[in-house]
């Protein structure tokens, strides 16, 4: 079938609206109809030719939600109808990964989804008989897009897509690094590093922790008023802290963050959230994503005196298990959405979301089809 879709056919080009032709689901494969989907740096961070497993020609886009309009064989649990948000962390409930219970990171499907494949190792998209790539297995950059059963999670049908489809990454990682990573409990002290798309999400994971004080860190002072509405108690602009912001943050909190959270994918700031922990017991949550060829460092000693340095994939949300319940705290009032979705566009205007999200201007921008 024809699918209009947002192209990346090269690292640092705008994307380009095409008709793209999509196979339909083979066996275990669903077909989704995407009605909205949001921009999260990551689907920046690939377009730009930062990522080292970025592939071109490809549809991006990886939060998104739509309806169910076919299902291939051996599909057992989906049916057309059904309302859905696709998932970059799927969840196999079969894996060694999924088996463990200790990880979100089912590896089921791992290997073809990074090199832009479906599992049985082919594209389901062309562009004039040119295969196109997928990415992160969910590539919701398209009004159609082919998707696994199991990295599909079902969700209520009374929940709007133009809002839930934020669920698909930014609401989830950002609210699962803080209660499934982190595990802040109430009293806790917590430092935000970047107050984006991902950071108020922790900002609001943290109030529902019951956190005493929220710091958000951002060198944009924008962030402030909206931060402030979320949860933050405290702002700290980088740019207008004499001296160096480590002991600044040390001091404001007596002796260091319970947990802090890196939520720009800049290695100087991870180094800067890890020092500023608490000695003995602090712990350094990395949620951003870096570029091809950074790598992280620390003094030891930083680790010997009781910091803990760990990562967050999604939250370390289980997606077909936890993001349906997420989409329930959503209806009820129990987190709030709305007012981090920005700006909304139709498909065509998905370039100008781009550079919204470099000027500062958005938090989320969501398109609609
Ligand atoms: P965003 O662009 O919406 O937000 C980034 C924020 O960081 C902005 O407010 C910006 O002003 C601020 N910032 C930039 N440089 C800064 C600095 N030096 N000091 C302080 N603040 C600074 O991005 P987002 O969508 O929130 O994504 C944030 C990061 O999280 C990206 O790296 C993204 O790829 C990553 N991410 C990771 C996961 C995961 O599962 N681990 C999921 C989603 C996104
Ligand atoms: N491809 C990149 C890594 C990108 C990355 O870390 N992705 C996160 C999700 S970001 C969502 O906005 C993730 O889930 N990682 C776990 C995984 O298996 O990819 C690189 O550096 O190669
Ligand atoms: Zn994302």
Redesign the pocket.
Known sequence: MDVRAAVAHKAGAPLTIETVQLEGPRYGEVLVEIKATGL???DE?TRSGDDPEGLFPAILGHEGAGIVVDVGPGVTTLKKGDHVIPLYTPECRQCKFCLSQKTNLCQAIRATQGQGLMPDGSSRFTLNGEKVFHYMGTSTFANYTVVPEIALAKIREDAPFDKVCYIG??VT?GIGAVINTAKVKPGDNVVV???????LNVIQGARLAGANMIIG????PA?RELAEKFGMTHFVN?KEVEGDLVPYLVHLTDGGADYSFE????VD?MRQALECCHKGWGESII???AGAGKEISTRPFQLVTGRVWK?????GARGRTDVPKIVDWYMEGKINIDDLITHVMPLEDINKGFDL?HS?ES?RSVVVF
Do not use: K, W, Y
């Open positions: 999260c740096h990551t961070f990454c930014g990682t590093f970047g107050l984006g798309g991902i950071g860190v951002d060198i944009n962030r980088p939520c720009i994918g800049n700031v949620i951003g994503v990562g967050s994939a999604f939250g999200m500062g938090i």
